[in-house]
């Protein structure tokens, strides 16, 4: 840890700062988690070990909840599920995961002692539980927690004070972080990486961090002088200045006083109209078609949950057709819109359309997003990769060379999302050759390629970046 040191940072309280210089993709520090859970409503479907979703998991015979890829994954989780499985089977079920993770937490601090390794620079007592902070309601939920994990807790374990036990807990539910499946897609679980709860927010940051392996990263999104705070993003900078203020406050309790806050950075695009040959709809016409644009935006998000994908191309389409030519191509409710209606055609195969909107939402994520935005480099390989799939090699392989450049900052080379992409530029630009020598050739090879070995990016389309945009788990 000789990168970095704790210091304090004005306004914020204590932070991290950089003991040297940095550029971009520079690996700061990395650290695997002091503890991790698969989520409840997951349990089944995640390895419980590695964390990779699998079609057929192995339950463990014991407890009957913990879920295992095989023997392997099942014996290199057994020193954190050991304690866990007794008392699983003696409580009757499993706990919900904010319990699970605690008393992971608690086994684990009283075998080895409040610093795990050498590389931890705070102990958990240090930490910040911001319990004289939570609302009323939170706090009930919170107290119930904790009188289930009094129940939970086995009596021969050691045992701890009221008061360690909800300051565990208030750790967690602030500090929590959300792990990824191994190529970085799907929140599946929730664990604490302490180094981690050291870097400060800020809305235009200057660091990201990424899951790797079972290691979070801590990575340069640019230059960093020696001395300089490290920050990252804890909420989407996709919002309004004053909407991140507002989540900032109820989830993590503080007032971010960032420069893109305090000065509204970029709120104006994102709620703009959209200006051609100099004339500019009206302030009421802006208006109208956003809030129009929002309450379509829910009926969508509904339809989308209940599966009807053909009733949510009909909302997207009514709702785009009314206000496109209203608003700018960097409306945040309009670049739902498109984002969504990528994703839902290239899932029902119409991957013309798909490739049109995926590429107006990259083109309205580049003027919003900072460079080395990893949201921005997964949307940047979604419109690649539906390029593709509609046949434009030339934007498609543009797309996912720039998506390329992205990851190889905010995920690095060894990532298997950055290593799925390598091969993709590979095969593109192999392809884009192909076509500038033999358009006939090519489109007959892509066909028969198409047919074979799809380049398959079609998951469900539950809104992939939505997972990976929220870096601490909080409750709903
Ligand atoms: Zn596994
Ligand atoms: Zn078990
Ligand atoms: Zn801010």
Redesign the pocket.
């Known amino acids: 840890m000789e990168n970095v040191a704790i210091f304090d940072s004005p306004g914020k309280g204590r932070g991290l700062k950089a003991t040297k210089e940095f550029w971009a993709g520079d690996v700061i520090f990395s650290e695997p988690s002091l503890a991790a859970v698969v989520f409840d409503s997951l349990a089944e479907r995640i390895?419980h070990?590695?964390?990779?979703r699998?079609d057929k998991l192995q339950r463990c015979g014991q407890c009957k909840f913990a879920h295992?890829?095989?023997r392997?994954?099942q014996r290199a989780g057994w020193a954190e599920h050991k304690q866990e499985c007794g008392a699983i089977k003696a409580y009757g079920k499993a706990p919900n995961e904010n319990i699970r993770l605690v008393a992971r937490i608690m086994w684990r601090l009283d075998k080895e002692g409040s610093v795990v390794s050498d590389m931890q620079l705070i102990t958990l007592e240090e930490l910040e539980d911001h319990i004289a902070d939570m609302q009323e309601d939170e706090l009930k939920e919170f107290k119930v927690d904790i009188h289930n994990f009094l129940d939970y807790w086995p009596r021969n374990s050691k045992q701890h004070t009221i008061d360690v036990i909800s300051h565990l807990f208030g750790v967690v539910n602030c500090n929590g972080f959300t792990v990824s499946d191994q190529r970085g897609l799907q929140a599946v679980g929730v664990g604490l990486f302490p180094n981690l709860c050291l870097v400060n927010h800020d809305c235009w940051p200057n660091c990201t961090v990424i899951l790797n392996h079972g290691k979070i990263e801590l990575r340069s999104l640019g230059k960093i002088a020696e001395g300089e705070e490290l920050t990252v993003a804890y909420v989407d900078f996709l919002n309004l200045s004053e909407e991140r203020q507002r989540l900032l406050k109820t989830q993590y309790f503080f007032d971010c006083t960032c420069e893109h806050c305090k000065n509204h950075i970029k709120d104006d695009l994102k709620l703009g109209g959209k200006e051609e040959n100099g004339v500019k709809p009206s302030e009421e016409q802006v208006k109208e078609a956003t809030d129009y644009c929002f309450q379509m935006l829910e009926k969508m998000d509904k339809a989308r949950l209940n599966g009807e994908y053909h009733e949510v191309v009909k909302i997207c389409r009514e709702c785009i057709e009314k206000t496109e030519p209203v608003l700018a191509d960097t409306h945040i409710y309009l670049l739902r819109m498109w984002s969504t209606l990528s994703e839902v055609q290239a899932y029902l195969q119409y991957f013309n359309d798909a490739a049109d909107y995926a590429r107006k939402m990259v083109e309205g994520y580049v003027k919003l997003y900072h460079p080395n935005n990893a949201a921005l480099g997964m949307a940047a390989m979604r419109a690649g990769v539906t390029h593709w799939q509609a046949g434009e090699i030339e934007v498609g392989h543009g797309m996912i060379c720039k998506a390329y450049a992205i990851l190889m900052v905010t995920h690095g080379p060894t990532h298997p999302i950055t290593k799925d992409l390598e091969a993709m530029r590979m095969q593109t630009e192999m392809e884009l050759r192909m076509f500038k020598q033999n358009e006939y050739v090519y489109h007959s090879m892509r066909e028969a390629a198409l047919k074979n070995r799809p380049m398959t990016m079609m998951h469900e389309p539950k809104s992939v970046e939505e997972g990976i945009k929220n870096l601490f788990h909080r409750r709903k």
């Open positions: 390895c070990s590695c964390f990779r699998q295992y890829c095989d392997t994954c």
